[in-house]
């Protein structure tokens, strides 16, 4: 298997014709995204201009992931959230297809570009990119990030290490998670561009709010209904 075999392919298609595209090559070893050589490094990405909230980062020049959302602001500038496109998502196993704003889609391939990115922090999502399900609701995800995380520790369990099954160290995750993206959005509106790509950004944000929230809260009741054979004694 390489690289090429891996790849997630973005399409924009607008109401007049346009079309953007963006192509995500994912190494299938590492489940991290491959970088492209050619492209400058931004000014505003280097480690001095972010100011990351988070201490200890392993990239050493630059913030991986804002490297990333500079390509999705270029993309998309001179293009508004709100404006109407049909996004196709062609990925090895299967084509999704949604008729949405421009913002929608942008979130789903900035979900995907955060977690691949590099970063130690969002490293711990990378499991959930081979199973990628684009435009997903908030209760798809929260799902999603509940069942990786509790698998996590049933193979650190298997490895002789100590699991989290109270998923105490989740709600931690998504206060980082949300720290970067609360700095980031700073970062990329300093840039006076249009605000798809800002927007795509907050959604995030907002979706790292509703998780922690849930795990305070201990709210799982949505979730119980369709568990209650398992919930039998």
Known sequence: MNAKEE??????????????TFNIEINPESYQIVFPSEIPVPAWT?????????????????????????????????????????IHVE??????SKRTSVQDGAGSLIGIL?????????????????????????????????????????????????PDWKMNSLSGLYDDIIKINKNLSKKIANLEKLDAS????????????SVTYSLEDEDFSKFEKLFERWLEK
């Open 7 to 20: 790849n997630i392919l973005f399409r924009f298609v607008f109401e007049d014709g346009r079309e953007k």
């Open 46 to 86: 280097l480690h001095e201009n972010i100011l990351c909230p988070i201490a200890n980062c392993t990239h050493k020049e630059f913030c991986p992931i804002a490297f990333q959302l500079d390509r999705v602001i270029k993309l998309f500038d001179g293009v508004a959230s709100y404006e109407k496109a049909t």
């Open 91 to 96: 990925t090895p196993n299967r084509t999704y």
């Open 114 to 162: 955060m977690t691949t990115s590099g970063c130690f922090v969002l490293d711990k999502l990378r499991p959930m990119v081979q199973f990628h399900l684009p435009f997903a609701t908030l209760d798809e995800t929260e799902y999603r990030t509940f069942s990786m995380f509790l698998f996590a520790q049933f193979l650190r369990e298997k490895k002789g290490l100590e």
């Open 198 to 209: 800002i927007n795509a950004v907050i959604i995030l944000n907002n979706f790292a709010h």
